[in-house]
Antibody, heavy 121, light 107 residues
Framework: QVQLQESGPGLVKPSQTLSLTCTVS??????????WIWIRQPPGKGLQWIGH???????YYNPSLKSRLTISVDTSRNQFSLKLTSVTAADTAVYYC?????????????WGQGTLVTVSS | DVQMTQSPSSLSASVGDRVTITCRAS??????LNWYQQKPGKAPKLLIN???SLQSGVPSRFSGSGSGTDFTLTISSLQPEDFATYFC?????????FGQGTKVEIK
């Protein structure tokens, strides 16, 4: 059974950097069959795919966030992390980490519980 | 980016009703379409992937169909625990994109 857990500050000041970590339990983290994903959901709104990382370190970022975004992986700790710089109120959202199974048609089959990050002074 | 459009945005239905939600992609995505259910305060849950493949443990009253640009999610007999918001999501191309959601409410 795979479990994911987000951690990080719930409040970030405007113009600062939002940093979150996702800890993965289970034996799939270093499997080449999966991507590890960040997704966010502003309060009362829809879901936005932020980006993904493979255990090898290969990444793909949403072009709308690419200039501010870094996703990294620490395979020794079964963790992957998100850093989003120069945040504004528009970055206020529940942030989810998830696993993307690549087959049969890539889907997000396990999710963390989500963590609310508020951008405010 | 592939745009995903769901309809309706919300609907009211009674227990036992048959409910159909549609999702349209801005370009052909073959069968690279997934459906999720989200309840308030919870993470989305994968119901169906590859347009019609039911995830393990998901009740058989849920079904999905479609290919290309037009897809449907059907709940054959709505149960009290099915009142939630449903999202479609395309996995044909990156960035992966979601529909805006359909909220299913109690009539």
């Amino acid at each position: 059974q795979v479990q994911l857990q987000e951690s990080g500050p719930g409040l970030v000041k405007p113009s600062q950097t939002l940093s979150l970590t996702c800890t993965v339990s289970g034996d799939s983290f270093s499997s080449g069959e999966y991507y590890w994903i960040w997704i966010r959901q502003p309060p009362g709104k829809g879901l936005q795919w932020i980006g993904h990382i493979h255990f090898s370190g290969a990444t793909y970022y949403n072009p709308s966030l690419k200039s501010r975004l870094t996703i990294s992986v620490d395979t020794s700790r079964n963790q992957f992390s998100l850093k989003l710089t120069s945040v504004t109120a528009a970055d206020t959202a529940v942030y989810y980490c998830a696993r993307e199974a690549m087959v049969p048609a890539a889907s997000f089959d396990y999710w963390g519980q989500g963590t609310l990050v508020t951008v405010s002074s | 980016d592939v745009q995903m459009t769901q309809s309706p945005s919300s609907l009211s239905a009674s227990v036992g009703d048959r409910v159909t939600i549609t999702c349209r992609a801005s370009q052909s995505i073959s069968n690279y379409l997934n459906w999720y259910q989200q309840k308030p305060g919870k993470a989305p849950k994968l119901l169906i992937n590859a347009a019609s493949s039911l995830q393990s443990g998901v009740p058989s009253r849920f079904s999905g169909s479609g290919s290309g640009t037009d897809f449907t999610l059907t709940i054959s007999s709505l149960q009290p625990e099915d009142f939630a918001t449903y999202f479609c999501q395309q996995s044909w191309s990156t960035p992966k994109t979601f529909g805006q959601g359909t909220k299913v409410e109690i009539k």
